[in-house]
């Protein structure tokens, strides 16, 4: 699954001028290279000005900000990342005192005001993670088992958030997304 990809078309789709964006990626982060050619590519196919900022820790994060304020991005796709994930409060914070439209992955980023997150389903991954806890206990040995991957994805839209950047969110979205959060 193109999650970057994906992310970043949402975004261009719910914010169509927006022609500069940005992407924050932790610079010591596992997936740094997979996800910065994932998101290049998309930006390179949609014709879109792309901003790389990084941040591996809190005060870094409050930098990145004020980077992408100076280069006046238009918009902002969140890198998938565990220290992100610890941090999805102050990701919906700062995105909403710079009035920028931005996408994660998870729903939680989104409730703390952010505007949108897209990403596998959190639910199907434990219950797959269930099945396989549950094969395991009955006796067959882990090596046997197949992967498996979610391959169901989830969208969720911040109207609140997205009315207070001015913004309306198309029909075509609000039908797609799994959770309209006020």
């Known amino acids: 699954m193109e999650l970057g990809k ?48 990084r941040a591996s820790t809190v005060p870094e994060l409050e930098k990145a900000f004020a980077e992408l304020a100076r280069r006046r991005v238009h918009a902002l796709v969140i890198g998938t990342d565990t220290f992100f994930n610890s941090q999805s409060a102050r990701l919906g914070s700062l995105t909403r005192a710079h009035s920028l439209p931005a996408v994660y992955q998870y729903r939680e980023f989104t409730a703390a005001g952010g505007l949108m997150s897209y990403a596998g389903s959190i639910t199907d991954a434990y219950r797959v993670a269930g099945m396989y806890a549950g094969r395991i206990l009955k006796g067959e040995k882990p090596a046997d088992l197949p992967v498996q991957q979610s391959s169901k994805a989830e969208l969720f839209i911040n109207v609140a958030t997205a009315r207070a950047l001015g913004l309306k969110v198309p029909q075509s979205i609000q039908t797609r997304a799994d959770e309209l959060i006020e």
């Open 6 to 53: 994906k992310r970043l078309e949402l975004l261009r789709e719910l914010v169509p001028g927006a022609t500069v964006i940005g992407v924050l990626l932790n610079p010591s982060g596992p997936n740094l290279e997979t996800v910065t050619q994932d998101v290049t590519s998309a930006a390179r196919s949609l014709r879109v000005e792309l901003h790389v900022v």
